[in-house]
């Protein structure tokens, strides 16, 4: 990647355009500045307008150069090295950048220490993906290989049912006939990975599963989504993950919202009230790792939180290369403010599965 265009320059700062599109901001800072800088072009806005409200009621002015105490017209710097030295000007910890949103993180930091966010060495399973079965480009034996030799202990086979047709959606009977496959891949790997027969169960534009109860039964784990009617309104979209959310053989709800970012929208639905579904019935709510769909979003993840619903960060893998977007949804997580207990993936699934379905 190149400089396509440079956009303005001075003496301590200039923009360029990459070739790529991105716009890159340079700042040449004193180092007692460094921290000060960092912090505030670090965001975001509402993060910096709260701490300068902070900052004011102590007497103080925090800004990109520093932390300086205020006596009349004169300004004494104190802090703005590091961002160590900036928080710790006004009392507080530094706060992961991922939750600096004026959302919660101040609220935490006055409960006592910040909880550790969820880190990718934290996920043991990946619970959504697909095989050539369907519309994947690796085999059920290459995509365990491949989720072994990352470290995962368990993963789902989650290959779309019949509805997508487009992609050669699994009748029962292929279905039935995989999880057999799975069943003497087991067998083979010897505890060294688990593979779990799972589907990707279609929610028809009706209402109700794309798939027999008989079939679902036999199920590890049954990720459930809407493929269809998008456009429907909002009550008829809110009324089908509701139903999907109280089947006693549904899991959890793939990119809930729908949404394919710069390219489509989320469909109108209810979120308050899926969540809150999800919390009676004991249902995980997905986040999505593809970056083309990030779905939950972070202010879902948050919401979930508060509700108690676990969610489940799953890559929706097409290939091996894929299941390295998992780093994307724990990313997403933290921003949504998830701890290890927020997530239903950092448990054995020894441990995780018994919660499926756990009535509040």
Avoid at 2 to 8: F, K, Q
Avoid at 58 to 65: M, P, S, V
Avoid at 287 to 295: G, M, Y
Wanted: net charge negative.
């Amino acid at each position: 990647a190149g400089v396509a265009e440079t956009l303005g320059r001075g003496d301590t700062k200039m923009s360029v355009r990459m070739d790529t599109g991105l716009q890159i901001d340079l700042r040449v800072v004193p180092r007692e500045s460094f921290g000060a800088a960092w912090q505030y072009f670090t965001g975001s806005k509402d993060h910096n307008v709260e701490l300068r409200r902070r900052a004011k009621q102590r007497g103080l002015k925090i800004n990109e150069y520093g932390v300086f105490r205020v006596e009349g017209a004169t300004e004494h710097y104190l802090a703005g090295q590091s961002e160590e030295e900036v928080y710790g000007a006004l009392d507080l910890p530094v706060f992961p950048p991922e939750i600096r949103e004026a959302r919660f993180e101040f609220r935490w930091a006055e409960n006592g220490p910040l909880p550790r966010l969820v880190e990718e060495a934290d996920i043991l399973g990946d619970l959504h993906m697909h095989t050539t079965a369907t519309d994947g480009t690796a085999s059920l034996e290459a995509m365990a290989q491949a989720a072994r030799t990352r470290g995962l202990k368990y993963i789902a086979i989650t290959d779309h049912s019949q509805r997508v047709a487009m992609v050669r959606g699994l009748t029962p009977d292929r279905l039935l006939q995989q999880w057999a496959c799975i069943d003497r891949l087991n067998a083979e790997l010897a505890g060294s990975l688990t593979v779990l027969k799972g589907v990707e169960c279609d929610i028809l534009e009706r209402g109700g599963l794309d798939l027999p109860d008989d079939v679902l039964a036999q199920a590890d784990w049954v990720v459930a989504s809407i493929h269809f009617g998008h456009r429907q309104p909002r009550d008829r979209i809110t009324a089908r993950l509701l139903e999907a959310l109280a089947h006693p053989y549904v899991s959890a709800i793939a990119h809930p919202t729908g949404r394919a970012i710069n390219y489509r929208d989320s469909y109108d639905v209810d979120m308050e009230a899926v969540l809150r579904a999800a919390s009676v019935h004991g249902k995980f709510m997905e986040l999505n790792a593809n970056p083309s769909r990030l779905d939950l979003d972070d202010v879902h993840c948050a919401a979930a939180k508060e509700l108690g619903v676990l969610v489940v960060i799953n890559t929706d893998a097409h290939s091996v290369r894929d299941l390295a977007l998992m780093r994307h949804g724990v990313q997403q997580a933290r921003r949504g403010g998830l701890t290890h207990a927020d997530v239903a993936n950092t448990r054995e699934w020894d441990e995780l599965k018994p919660r499926i379905g756990r009535r509040r």
